[in-house]
């Protein structure tokens, strides 16, 4: 559906070491090869609230990506490293996706012929943190889910998000997605009526179904199942692609 995307934008080329942490054991580093940034298209996906789906719509993208025929990296900065299992247990010969376990290293592994990187981001991320992943991001996709606490909490998150500078001076675009989300419930409609209030662009809306959980356990995304079991969770996922494919998802030139 789409290409990597990558607009003329970002000069910056020095190498980053932050001096932040990701938890007690480890720092969070990440380096970048000179001038790789003018080619790869990079694409976070953050929430400060833990069990809202982030790994699940990384890899979705990450698999997406790769049937495009990009060279996909999906960079792991969860602690528990659980999204490292995924591209190890793919199909040889399908689509590859390198997995890069970055909580210890960061992106300093990163291959050079990387045309797209989708990170997932740590739960707990903010302050001087989080300035410092946006400041490496074009695009930031923030899931909610459909409960007062998650929508609460993606309130706080971004609130904050939009007092970085990245974000702030439209270098870093914000999309929403509605997330696990029970069809016909009032839930549902709570989250609606939330989205229908925020300033970002709301991207998408995904439906809670055993699709995704089936797709992990065979190392697959959403996009690669038959589609008589996911033509619904396709259609749900073309505008997402969509607006991440428009310049509305880019740095302001």
């Known amino acids: 559906i789409i290409g990597n995307g990558r607009p003329p934008g970002r000069s910056e080329t020095a190498i980053w070491r932050p001096k932040?942490?990701?938890?007690?054991?480890?720092l969070l580093y990440f380096g970048w090869a000179r001038g790789q940034e003018?080619?790869?298209?990079?694409?976070?996906?953050a929430n400060a609230k833990g069990g809202c789906g982030k790994t699940t719509i990384a890899t979705t993208l990450a698999s997406h990506y790769a049937n495009e025929g990009e060279d996909v990296v999906l960079a792991d900065f969860v602690p528990r490293r659980g999204i490292?299992?995924?591209?190890?247990?793919?199909e040889?010969?399908?689509p590859a996706i390198t997995g890069l376990p970055?909580?210890?290293?960061?992106?300093?592994?990163?291959?050079?012929?990387?045309?797209?990187?989708?990170i997932d981001a740590p739960a707990r991320l903010h302050g001087a943190e989080l300035s410092e992943y946006l400041r490496r991001a074009?695009?930031?996709?923030?899931?909610?889910?459909?409960?007062?606490?998650?929508?609460?909490?993606?309130?706080?998150?971004?609130?904050e998000l939009h007092g970085?500078?990245?974000?702030?001076?439209?270098?870093?675009?914000?999309?929403?997605?509605?997330?696990?989300?029970?069809?016909h419930t009032r839930s549902a409609q709570a989250l609606e009526d939330w989205l229908g209030h925020r300033r970002e662009s709301v991207v998408?809306?995904?439906?809670?179904?055993?699709?995704?959980?089936?797709?992990?356990?065979?190392?697959?995304?959403?996009?690669?199942?038959p589609a008589y079991l996911a033509w619904q969770d396709w259609a749900q996922w073309e505008p997402i692609v969509t607006w991440l494919q428009s310049k509305r998802s880019l740095p302001k030139a």
């Open 92 to 94: 040889p010969g399908g």
């Open 138 to 159: 074009e695009t930031v996709l923030v899931p909610v889910m459909a409960s007062p606490v998650d929508m609460n909490a993606a309130k706080r998150f971004l609130d």
């Open 84 to 90: 490292m299992d995924w591209p190890a247990i793919r």
């Open 20 to 26: 932040m942490y990701i938890n007690a054991l480890s």
């Open 102 to 118: 970055a909580v210890e290293e960061g992106l300093r592994h990163l291959p050079r012929s990387a045309d797209v990187l989708i």
């Open 204 to 225: 998408g809306r995904l439906r809670e179904t055993q699709n995704y959980i089936r797709a992990a356990g065979a190392g697959l995304g959403i996009f690669e199942l």
């Open 164 to 183: 970085a500078a990245p974000v702030a001076h439209h270098q870093t675009r914000v999309g929403l997605v509605g997330n696990r989300l029970l069809e």
């Open 38 to 45: 003018a080619t790869m298209r990079t694409i976070l996906v």
